[in-house]
Every structure is written in structure tokens, then in C-alpha cells.
């Protein structure tokens, strides 16, 4: 059964930094993509940043802010989130494509547990 879980969330001030990890485990043959989604209260959750064996995207409001990588010997994916503002504030999501070993032909998203990122000002 694959899962993934999330650490390293917390609360931080304005301007401050926080890295979120998020490993999967489990029975898996591969992963595909990986990102980070987030969702305030209120809103609708949002892609914050992807990353796939060659390329990554951002979404405009984290872009120079925000750095997304992943480490394919530990299947984990990580977001290191600098120079916070209080609208960073939401439940971060990491998500993966990923091919489990029982069915490699059937792969489909996954998604973390949440993490709360709170930004004061």
C-alpha cells in the first residue's frame, strides 16, 4: 500500500523559512511528478509548485520564493519556502503520480496528509 507522509510544518514569522518534506512508501514500481498544492480557508486548494524528472513549474505568487526538489533515492519530495508572507498561510498538500509494484500499469495521483504553514506578520 503506498502512502505519503508530510513533516515540517509549523509557524513562522514574515520573512522567515520553513522546508516541507514529503516521502512516499510502500509497494512502488515508479513515481512520476511531484508537487505541492495549498489550500487557505476559504479558497480553493492551488498548485504551488511541480517537479518532474526534467523540469519544474511555480506558480507566479511563490516564484523566486520557493524551491522545489526531490530526492528519487528516498522518494521524497521537498518545498523550501523562504522570505514567508502571512498569505503563504494554508494547509500544504504534496502530491505524486505514482505506478504502484501490485498494478505498474495503473498509475494515479496520491496525495500527503497536510501540513499547517502559518505565517504571522
Known amino acids: 500500500q503506498v502512502q505519503l507522509v508530510e513533516s515540517g510544518g509549523g509557524l513562522v514569522q514574515a520573512g522567515g523559512s520553513l522546508r516541507l518534506s514529503c516521502a512516499a512508501s510502500?509497494?512502488?514500481?515508479?513515481?512520476?511528478?511531484m508537487g505541492w498544492y495549498r489550500q487557505a480557508p476559504g479558497k480553493e486548494r492551488e498548485l504551488v509548485a511541480g517537479i518532474t524528472s526534467g523540469s519544474t513549474n511555480y506558480a507566479d505568487s511563490v516564484k523566486g520564493r520557493f524551491t522545489i526538489s526531490r530526492d528519487n533515492a528516498k522518494n521524497t519530495v521537498y518545498l523550501q519556502m523562504n522570505s514567508l508572507k502571512p498569505e503563504d498561510t494554508a494547509v500544504y498538500y504534496c502530491?505524486?503520480?505514482?505506478?504502484?509494484?501490485?498494478?505498474?500499469?495503473?498509475?494515479?495521483?496520491?496525495w500527503g496528509q497536510g501540513s499547517q504553514v502559518t505565517v504571522s506578520s
Open positions: 510502500g509497494s512502488i514500481f515508479s513515481i512520476n511528478g
Open positions: 502530491n505524486a503520480n505514482i505506478a504502484p509494484a501490485t498494478n505498474p500499469r495503473r498509475s494515479r495521483d496520491y
